[in-house]
C-alpha cells in the first residue's frame, strides 16, 4: 500500500455502540455493516466476539454477509480466550483482521492491569503471536497510549510488531491529548521504534476535550495512516472521531494533507441518516458534514455571493456528501417501479417481497400525509423491514383528553402479546403518560422511564414525529424508537419497542464493554 494512502477503520459497530443508548439488534447491525460496505471503509470493526454469545453471533453474521473487498475485524483482549473466540467469528471473512489490545500507561498497568511493565511486554509478545498463528492481518493497540512513556511506548510497539502485528494503534484512550502533543507523540513512536516500516501506524481518538477529529487529523501529517473513526463521533462518553468530518478534511483539503481517500463521500449523509434512524438520535442540525444547517445560508450577504458563485461560502456540495438538491417525490399515486428506484438511489436493495410491504406502507402514510420526504422512506423501511419480529405489537391506539378540568387523560389500547391480542384503558397525569400506564398493564411489567424524547424528522404541520424512550427495569436498560404523524401513536410505538428491546436483552444477555469486560 502507498504511504499516502489512508485506511479508513470503522467502528461504529463497536466502540459507537458503546455509546449509551446505540445498542442495535442483529438486522440493524447487518444493515449497517452493509451500508458501510457501500461507504467504502477500508476496514470494519464488527464487535467484541468474546464480550457475550450475541455479539459472537453479530460479528459472525456481519463476516459471512461481507464482500471480499472489505476487511472484517473482530477485538480481543490480550488473552488466549478472547483472541480464540475472535478468530472462530471472523474466521470466514475474505480478509479478517483480530485487533488485540493491552494497556501501556503507569496509570494502567497499575491500577487496572496490576503488572509490572515486563509483564505486559511479556503479554504483548504471547498474545500477539497467539493471533498471528490465524491470520498475517494482526493489529495491536497500546491503550491509553497518550499517557504512556514514550520509550515503553516504543518497547511496546517494537515487540508487537516482531511478535506478527502489522498494524500499530496509538489511542487517545480518553481523551487527553492536545493536537500538538499528540502529532509529537506519533512521531517520536515512529521514528524510534524498531521495525516500524514493517507496519502501519493507526491513531484512536476520543473526544472528551472535544479534539477526537483535531487529534486525528494532527496525526496524519506526522505519518499515521491509518485512522479509527464512527459515523457521527458516536462511541464511548463524548464519543470517537466523526468519520465523515476526518474524510471530508482529508478530501476538501487534499492539498495539505496529500492522502488518497476510496471513501464513497457520496454515501456519507445517507450512512449517518440511516445510523440516526437505528439509535434513534437525530443529527444535530449544525452538525458538520451532514447536519441540516450545513449547507444553510440565512445571511444576505452569503446568499448574494452564493447566488454569484457558490465557492464564495460553500466548500464542498450538498450532492459531494449525498445531499441531493433534487427528489423523485413518492407519493399515493405512485407505481412500484417507481418505489423501488427511489430506494436503490437511497441505497436499499429491496426484495420483491420487501418492496411490496413498503409499497403498501408508503400508501397508508399518503392517506395522511401530504408530503413523504426520504426521512419517511428510510424511518419505514427500518421499521418495516429490518425490525426483529416482536413478542408484543401494537394494534390500536385511542386516547381521550380534555383541558376542561375532571377527567384525567384516558388511553385505550389493543395489543398483541406472545400472539394473544389483550386490550385495556386507565388514566394518566397526561396522554402520553396514560398510554404508558396502559401497556404497562397489558404486558405485566413496570420499567421505569429514564429518557423520553420527540423529533420531527420531517417538515411541515404534518411532520413525522419521531420518539425515543430509555427504560429500565432489574438493572437492563433499552431503547426504543417509533415514527408517526401522530406523536400519542409514535410515543406509544416506541415504548412497545423498548419493551421488546429489554425482553430481547433479557433473553439473550447484555453484551460486555471491551473496557469493563472482566479478566
Known sequence: MSSDRLIIFDTTLRDGEQSPGCTMNLQEKLRMAHQLELLGVDVLEAGFPASSQGDFEAVQAITRQSGPNIQICGLA????????????????????????????????????????????????????ARAASYTPNVEFSCEDASRSDKDFLCKACATAIAAGATTINLPDTVGYAEPAEYAELIDYVIRNTEGAEKAIFSVHCHDDLGLGVANSLAALKVGARQVEVALSGIGERAGNAALEEVVMNAVVRKDYFGLECGIDTAQLYPSCRLLSMIIGKPIPNNKAIVGANAFAHESGIHQDGMIKNRQTYEIMTPASVGRTETNLVIGKHSGRKAVRVKFEALGYKLTDEQLQVVFEAIKDLADVKKTIYDEDLMAMVQEKIYRKPDVYRLNHVSIQSSDAGGIPPTAAILMDVHGEERGQAGFGAGPVDAVFNVICQIVGRQPQLENYSINAITGGSDALGEVTVRISEN???????????????????AYVNALNRLEELETTGQRVHSQHAPE
Not at 438493572?475 to 404523524?485: E, Q
Open 77 to 128: 483482549r490480550c488473552m488466549h480466550k478472547d483472541i480464540d473466540r475472535c478468530w472462530e467469528a471472523i474466521k470466514e471473512a475474505a480478509n479478517p483482521r483480530i485487533h488485540t489490545f493491552l494497556s501501556t500507561s503507569d496509570l494502567h498497568m497499575t491500577y487496572k492491569l496490576r503488572k509490572t511493565p515486563d509483564e505486559v511486554i511479556a503479554m504483548i509478545k504471547d498474545c500477539v
Open 475 to 493: 438493572g437492563v436498560k433499552a431503547v426504543g424508537r417509533g415514527a408517526h404523524p401522530d406523536v400519542i401513536v409514535a410515543s406509544a410505538k
